[in-house]
């Protein structure tokens, strides 16, 4: 697919969608929104990029193989899960750490994180597959 408006729209959709899906990320431990919506932003921007580039568009986008994306969130998911495990607590208890400003840090970002990099490397695996080989 040569689309003119596609390959336009898409060059500035993807960053747009990346910090949005940031944003989501960020603000989804607090309330609505987190790793799983985010992630869906962002292989929406990326696959809005893709779609008029081709496979070799997206994965130069992605910089990272999608199976690798989905495999390092799944591993900071778990890690984040068994972190409880060790405070001899149920599996994904989360820990939290205060700061002395009054920041509280707390492996349920961590967890989003990984839910976040786990979505957006099955979505682009999936999507990389119906893309064209070729790149315009």
């Known amino acids: 697919m040569n689309a003119l408006i596609l390959r336009v729209a898409g060059r500035f959709l993807l960053p747009m969608a990346l ?26 921007g990326f696959t809005v990029y893709a779609l008029p ?14 199976a690798a994306v989905a495999g390092t969130g799944l591993l900071l998911a778990l890690l984040a ?15 939290w750490v205060l700061t002395e400003g009054g920041l509280a840090l707390g492996t349920a970002l961590i967890f989003d994180v990984g839910v976040y990099l786990a979505v957006l490397g099955a979505v682009t695996a999936f ?6 080989e070729e790149t315009a």
Not at 81 to 95: D, R, V
Not at 127 to 132: E, I, N, P, R
């Open 53 to 66: 580039r081709g496979r070799a568009a997206l994965l130069a986008a992605l910089r990272w193989p999608p």
């Open 81 to 95: 899960g068994g972190t409880g495990l060790l405070a001899q607590a149920p599996f994904l208890t989360h820990q």
């Open 19 to 44: 910090l949005f899906s940031l944003y989501l990320l960020w603000r989804g431990h607090n309330e609505p929104g987190g790793g799983f919506v985010g992630g869906l932003v962002a292989a929406a």
């Open 127 to 132: 999507v990389s597959y119906y893309l064209d």
